[in-house]
């Protein structure tokens, strides 16, 4: 039988919306890791037309997104996004069905961008699902965060999109064993003081930090739409979503400016105190758990020291996990970045934890 495809956009009318998105001359543009749309219809087909803009233009930068069904925190399919656009089959059935179907990125914002243009059904749209969940964390981090090298092994493969798999990361995993709603705010590469830098560097990469892009809806995506500089990007609005706990996990990046040098420590400290206090400053009823260590922590002391300066001169809602440093014997993923067997147990010991405190909320 000939489908009878009807369209539409992806406002908040039709869909329901997890992460920092933007809406853009009608495409939902899904930038962060795990972005998603989210809409529930009755029929027995349903097609996204997605654009990207293929840049960087090699093809182990391209997008990948997923499709979960019904609430399954599992995929039912995955796929890169190879055009510029294109339209990408998302469900099929034989027989009419009641169905929710949520389309989330799976790369991560430094690299090729996501755009749902429109998603066309062979049936009827039905009101956006609720949330699953009244828990709500965000994750802000750096590539250990986006899922980056999960599904590579080290010495063998180099970075690529399609080995960064946040699906196996421990920020998806916390949440599910949290039973939570999630939000990234995440970038491979990313400090406080210092994005990463190699051994010969003589001065930090301090030109895009967290604190460049968490005040900030999607800062990278208006960059690439040729909006550049904050004076001219969209200020995230944090009533959107107000998440009881954050989880913070850097400084694995700025260890490669710091190397123990006790000046650049210091600053790294300063520049570390003054990110948590503006991570309050926008979410001032949310408990922080800062988490470090787990690809070597030669600063997990001075971050402990930060917090403790923190509780003492703001609130006590803010502690530290120290995370066990990765071993080989649980299998390294690409550039020596964790594999889904350290990400499991990362991701049981921020869940004890979390979920202590959501009991301690009611929650």
């Not at 009318?13 to 219809?41: H, Q, S």
């Not at 996004?81 to 009419?96: G, M």
């Not at 190397?259 to 105190?273: D, L, S």
């Amino acid at each position: 039988m000939e489908k009878k495809l009807h369209s539409f956009i992806c406002t908040e009318d039709n869909v329901r919306i997890g992460g920092r998105t933007m809406l853009e001359n009608d495409i939902r543009y899904m930038d962060y890791t795990c972005t998603y749309v989210e809409f529930t219809f009755t029929g027995t087909y349903a097609e996204a037309e997605i654009i990207s803009d293929l840049t960087p233009s090699e093809d182990i930068f391209r997008a990948w997104a997923v499709v979960c069904i019904n609430g399954s925190a599992q995929p039912a399919k995955r796929f890169k996004l190879d055009s510029k656009r294109a339209a990408y089959e998302l469900y099929s059935s034989d027989k009419e069905e009641t169905v929710t179907i949520r389309l989330m990125k799976v790369s991560e914002a430094a690299f090729s961008k996501m755009g749902v243009a429109e998603i066309r059904i062979d049936g009827k749209l039905l009101p956006p699902p609720k949330p699953q969940y009244q828990r709500r964390i965000e994750f802000v981090g750096d590539s250990i965060t986006c899922g980056y090298g999960i599904d590579g092994v080290w010495n063998k493969d180099v970075f690529s999109t399609e080995t960064e798999n946040p699906i196996k990361g421990y920020a998806y995993k916390t949440a599910q064993l949290c039973k939570s709603e999630f939000q990234y705010v995440s970038w491979s590469g990313m400090g406080v003081l210092s994005s990463w830098v190699d051994e010969k560097a003589e001065k930090p990469l301090d030109n895009w930090l967290i604190t460049d892009i968490y005040p900030y809806t999607d800062s990278g995506l208006e960059n690439t739409l040729g909006r550049e500089g904050h004076e001219n990007h969209t200020k995230w609005d944090f009533s959107k979503y107000v998440p009881q706990v954050i989880v913070f996990n850097m400084g694995t990046n700025d260890q490669s400016w710091t190397k123990k040098i006790p000046e650049r420590v210091e600053q790294f400290g300063e520049k570390y105190y003054a990110f948590i206090k503006m991570l309050r400053e926008h979410n001032p009823n949310a408990y922080i758990v800062c988490a470090y260590g787990v690809m070597d922590d030669p600063l997990a002391e001075t971050e402990e020291a930060q917090i403790e300066r923190f509780k003492s001169e703001l609130d006590d809602n803010i502690e530290f996990v120290r995370l066990p440093v990765q071993q080989e014997a649980d299998g390294i993923g690409a550039d020596w970045h964790p594999s889904e067997n350290t990400h499991t147990k990362m991701a049981i010991l921020l869940s004890e934890k979390i979920n202590g405190i959501f009991e301690k909320m009611g929650m």
